[in-house]
């Protein structure tokens, strides 16, 4: 690991300012995804910025009906929230299926959203990666891809993401609250929060440089039965092949967002009015134009069955 400065952020605004302040900097809270990255010098970043002590570890009711989520809330306490579990519980479900009791205990809400890809290739040095160093190629293309995306994908990149958290933001459509190193603040609906790779698949999401998230909201709740599908090659402590994040109806209507297929949680609002004709018929368009390769190419009927036991589930 390369030497590194620190300091203790005392509010939101003077953390953002403090990173701004150097160039390459990081905002650090749980840092169960930097740390790592840092060993391994994939991230090097010369000052990290603490902002635990900013008290961004609470969940609140919104003037909405809806809840207002900390950017500092842990894993672990927003999945066991007796109101998170009540009417958000396809969230609390996608927590728990998420990395180790260990982990989520020191996890926190931002820092989930904004976790970097699991690629084998972004994570060795040694190899080509775009997402690592732009420019340099994508290893992945000619390489070992069964766990890569099918969706949203480019020619620079083909890495999915890997929350489980953030699928079921999207399915929730979640909102994104940030503070930059002016003052300013914004919100940002999780569906125009993540970039697709195109030619800069190092571009993961729309935040400047600097801005800090401070929490994420949660609409009205919806309503329905919430179901969250995670297939993975083993039963705990591991990235989703396929997930499907999932709120049905009685009508038959809902909402489907899926993990494991994409740069982004992926969901195609136009799709979920196939949900009456069934599994197959969703799926078609849900991954529509699909780029799969040979190892990959599986997950097409994969995200079909596993969206057909959710549906199953449900009616259940």
């Known amino acids: 690991m390369k030497p590194f400065t620190y300091e203790k952020a005392s509010s939101p605004a003077q953390a953002a300012t403090a990173v701004a302040r150097e160039r390459g900097a990081k905002f650090i809270a749980g840092g169960t995804n930097l740390l790592d990255l840092m060993k391994i010098e994939v991230e090097a970043p010369p000052h990290l910025v603490d902002i635990n002590g900013l008290g961004l570890d609470a969940i609140a009711p919104t003037d909405e009906g809806g809840l207002r989520v900390g950017a500092l809330v842990r894993n672990t306490d927003l999945a066991a929230d007796a109101r998170i579990r009540r009417d958000y519980g396809l969230l609390t479900r996608a927590l728990v299926a998420g990395a180790s009791g260990q982990l989520r205990n020191k996890a926190t809400t931002a820092g989930n959203l904004l976790q970097r890809t699991r690629c084998p290739y972004f994570y060795d040095t040694h190899q080509a990666c775009n997402k690592r160093l732009p420019g340099s190629g994508c290893a992945a293309l000619g390489g070992f891809s069964r766990s890569h995306a099918i969706v949203g994908v480019s020619n620079a ?82 990235f989703a092949l396929v997930s499907v994040a999932a709120v049905l109806q009685p009508d038959g209507s809902g909402r489907v967002a899926l993990g494991g297929v994409a740069p982004m949680p992926w969901r195609v609002e136009a799709a979920e009015a196939n949900l009456p004709k069934g599994a197959k018929a969703v799926t078609s368009s849900l991954l529509a134009g699909a780029r799969t390769t040979p190892q990959n190419a599986m997950k097409v009927a994969l995200v079909e069955r596993t969206l057909g036991a959710v549906i199953a589930d449900a009616g259940a």
């Open 157 to 238: 990149c083909i890495a999915v993401h890997p929350s489980d958290m953030a699928v079921a933001m999207r399915a929730l459509d979640a909102a994104v609250e940030t503070v930059k190193p002016d003052g300013t603040t914004r919100r940002i609906p999780i569906a125009d929060f993540y970039k697709l790779p195109g030619s800069t698949p190092h571009v993961e999401n729309v935040l400047a440089a600097a801005e800090l998230i401070t929490a994420v909201t949660l609409p009205k709740p919806v309503g329905g039965t919430h179901v969250y599908h995670k297939v993975r090659d083993r039963a705990s402590y591991a």
